[in-house]
């Protein structure tokens, strides 16, 4: 394993995402939600810092190649069960977040199901934007707790952008997955 800064943000961002939630488990709210926030949104940047680094600087490693899609599953099924819980199993958040989890484990079962022949499923310009629609919606549904605590007016249209977003990244989440079971379609016939 070559320690190459890449890596080493790849690996920051996979520790960070249990953080998320067991920020919860020892703060009170609303310093849950700031610390929570922070952590994400930061790990969330690294996403993109990480790859861009990694291919400018030709540090690209079967390592960081391996970690960057279970870092971004990581943070993004742990921070939708914190917030799945916050939500009190808000049926609006729980809708969502059960197409992105479903998601998310099918197509790992899938590239996992076809082993050599899994480059077939690379990450595709629809994919980035999925991730980023996931990564943007939970970092607005964490800004609306600090929002609740403070009493602001507007907490409540700033949950429901977080949820409609979260929608928009469900929606996203149901394409990719498709494109992927499609492209694989060929290669599950026996």
């Known amino acids: 394993m070559r320690w190459t800064l890449p890596n080493t943000l790849t690996i920051l961002r996979l520790l960070a ?3 998320v939630a067991v920020i919860f488990l020892i703060l009170p709210r609303p310093a849950a939600d700031w610390l929570a926030l922070i952590f994400f949104v930061c790990a969330a940047v690294t996403d993109w810092f990480d790859g861009h680094l990694a291919r400018k600087w030709q540090q690209v490693s079967k390592l960081g190649a391996m970690l ?3 870092a971004d599953k990581a943070m993004v099924v742990i921070a939708l069960a914190v917030l799945v819980a916050l939500s009190g199993m808000d049926p609006w958040i729980l809708l969502p977040a059960t197409v992105i989890l479903f998601r998310e484990v099918f197509v790992s079962g899938l590239r996992e199901y076809l082993g050599d022949t899994a480059g077939l499923l690379k990450v595709t310009t629809l994919a980035k934007w999925k991730t980023t629609a ?3 919606s939970i970092a607005v549904l964490f800004g609306s707790g600090i929002f609740a605590a403070s009493g602001w007016v507007g907490t409540g249209a700033v949950y429901w952008l977080g949820t409609l977003l979260l ?3 469900a929606l996203l989440t149901a394409m990719t997955g498709w494109d992927y079971f499609s492209k694989a379609q060929p290669h599950l016939r026996d």
Do not use: L, N, R, S
Request: glycine fraction near 8%.
């Open 17 to 19: 995402a249990p953080g």
């Open 68 to 70: 960057d899609p279970i």
């Open 134 to 136: 996931q990564m943007v």
């Open 167 to 169: 929608w928009v990244a």
